[in-house]
């Protein structure tokens, strides 16, 4: 009896790796979540971003920013032309009394702490582009990286 090889794994050493493979998945997937949350944020602070070159030639140009509208028409960029829709943003306004543009995130269908956020990128009387969590219903602040 003496001569017997051990096959196999016991019970214990079983229950060892199933509790770290348990310790690893707590903490990996709050950290899975973020990381999606930061991936689709980034549609937004993309979006804003391509809008710079197009606001900072009509305000040289015209010596004021430029609206978004369908087909452009006075003091307007034609949105026809510019991306203000995507995956995870439903669309991109302006508010000329504040200097903004705002990127609305969709309320469904987004990891649930970005959803229905707003992004804002205001251009100062410099010309200086800053991004900041617009409201709404989400703060994404801690998710977008433009910030």
Known sequence: MSGQIQKGFTLIELM??????GILAAVAIPQYRDYIAQAQAVEACSLLSGLKTPITEHFFAKGALPGLASGGGAGNLNSDYLTLTGEV????AFDAATSTYTATLK??????????????MV?????AFTFSDGGGASDLSGYAKCI
């Open 89 to 92: 943003v439903s669309g991109i």
């Open 16 to 21: 060892i790796v199933v509790a770290i493979i």
């Open 107 to 120: 309320s469904t269908g987004l990891h649930a702490s970005i959803a229905g956020g707003e992004l804002d």
């Open 123 to 127: 251009v100062d009387s410099d010309g």
